[in-house]
């Protein structure tokens, strides 16, 4: 299932790993990364199945690509618990 509402600790994941996508830090704030990602358009998915059908929906091709390196792609983001946030910056 792919939700534009990001909790507590997806919040968190993201402002402590931004820099993994951006040169520098976008979001200094939980609020300040909550209303960051909802104008991006971010989703969080609650699989990686998830992911890589959203992805693919998105028009990426990811046919060739292993699971290891859907999750280390820089707009994927693992929050720790089964679930990804999707941030297309």
Known sequence: ????????KVLEVFLRDQ????????????EEAEEFLTELLAVVADSLDDVKEYMDQSGMDISGLKDEDVISSSEVFD????????VYG
């Open 1 to 8: 299932m792919i939700s534009e509402k990001f909790d507590k």
């Open 19 to 30: 820099k993994k996508l951006f040169d520098e830090n976008v979001a200094e704030t939980e």
């Open 79 to 86: 929050i720790g618990d089964g679930r990804f946030l999707i």
